[in-house]
């Protein structure tokens, strides 16, 4: 009997002991819960506070006009209170002529004729002063009527000589006045017109032009009394014209 219970229990404990391997066996199956990894890497910096600063917001640079930019270009070109700039000079003339300003075009014509602050280009010599010419400045008239007179730059045709050299005649001009009447004399570009020749030559020999002078003598023993008192006559009723 007492083997049978000692059979009996033995199950009993049996188990127990496999119900206290399995509790072990879950101890050992369930994982730490995880730490975070160790690391050297240095905090990251805070950005630093803008600088402060004192310096003012940059302004637009102030537009010139036309007119300003021609008077600051003569004073490069000249050298009137500044140091002599040619180059920089052609640069505020060529601004300028671009939006029509009639001196600024005369000037930068010049410049390109004579190769001063760019380089030499008998084109854009004739085109700007063409340009100049076309809104009735007088110089720039005589001008490109000598070109047209000699070929420089274009192919020569005195026909548009004579008309340059007319138009600046009327406004005044004497040189052109002077070479006018000498064309008129010779019949050059224009039918010859003594009588009309003198008058120009009178009108510029009066201002003093020392070729009108020496031509007007030329062309006077070469014509009547009549046809002199006729040429005086022109020129004493000349009024100059505005520049058209």
């Not at 008077?71 to 500044?82: F, M, N």
């Not at 009639?102 to 410049?111: I, K």
């Not at 007319?166 to 064309?183: D, I």
Request: aromatic content about 6%.
């Amino acid at each position: 009997m007492s083997n049978w219970r000692r059979i009996a229990r033995a199950p009993a404990a049996l188990v127990a002991i496999l119900a206290l391997l399995c509790c072990v066996g879950c101890d050992k199956g369930r994982k730490e819960p995880s730490k975070p990894a160790a690391t050297n890497a240095p905090p990251p910096k805070a950005e630093p506070p803008p600088a402060a600063t004192n310096a003012l917001p940059k302004q637009a640079m102030p537009v010139r006009t036309p007119a300003e930019l021609f008077q600051a270009g003569v004073k490069l070109w000249e050298g009137k209170g500044v140091t002599r700039d040619p180059a920089e000079a052609v640069k505020l003339f060529s601004s300028a002529a671009e939006q029509g300003h009639v001196d600024a075009q005369a000037y930068l014509a010049g410049a390109y004729r004579t190769g001063v602050g760019v380089a030499k280009s008998p084109e854009a010599a004739v085109r700007w002063f063409q340009a100049a010419a076309e809104r009735g400045d007088a110089r720039s008239q005589g001008v490109l009527a000598s070109i047209h007179g000699t070929g420089e730059g274009v192919p020569k045709n005195l026909p548009e000589a004579v008309r340059w050299y007319r138009r600046a005649a009327e406004q005044g001009l004497v040189r052109a006045q002077a070479n006018l009447g000498a064309m008129l004399y010779l019949g050059q570009g224009v039918a010859k017109d003594p009588v009309e020749a003198y008058k120009w030559l009178h009108l510029a020999a009066l201002k003093g032009d020392p070729e009108a002078v020496r031509n007007r003598s030329l062309v006077a023993k070469a014509l009547s009394v009549e046809q002199m008192a006729a040429g005086r006559q022109r020129a004493a009723a000349f009024v100059p014209v505005k520049s058209r």
